[in-house]
């Protein structure tokens, strides 16, 4: 069992900045597939970005690339979102999920262990 906490949300203007962390706890001595997802109200949890057990292979949805990137530090056992240029339409609800895989990508249904999530809230 993993336990994922999030944290570093809040409210930024646009074209701000603001890393989040999630921060696992547990037996992650196993290794886990890593990645940020994000929900608005009435809609699904969509991708954000991945990245694999290792630390490589960062894959991002269309809507972040060249803003947002994702690392991780394996010795904390923590993965952060560096978010860069925010708009208003990043305000979200963002939530880091953890993978039994070496990467599970965009695909929301592979991860197994989800953390309770992290208001972000751009102001135009």
């Known amino acids: 069992q993993v336990q994922l906490v999030e944290s570093g949300g809040g409210l930024v203007q646009a074209g701000g900045s603001l890393r989040l962390s999630c921060a696992a706890s547990?037996?992650?001595?196993?290794?886990?597939?890593m990645g940020w997802f994000r929900q608005v109200p009435g809609k699904e949890r969509e991708f954000v970005a991945a990245?694999?057990?290792?630390?490589?292979?960062?894959r991002y949805a269309d809507s972040v690339k060249g803003r947002f990137t994702i690392s991780r530090d394996n010795a904390k056992n923590t993965v952060y979102l560096q978010m860069d240029s925010l708009q208003s339409e990043d305000t979200a609800v963002y939530y880091c999920?953890?993978?039994?895989?070496?990467?599970?990508?965009?695909?929301?249904?592979?991860?197994?262990?989800w953390g309770q999530g992290t208001q972000v809230t751009v102001s135009s």
């Open positions: 999920g953890a993978a039994k895989t070496y990467y599970s990508g965009s695909n929301r249904s592979a991860y197994d262990y």
């Open positions: 990245i694999s057990r290792s630390g490589g292979v960062p």
């Open positions: 547990g037996r992650t001595s196993d290794g886990y597939a």
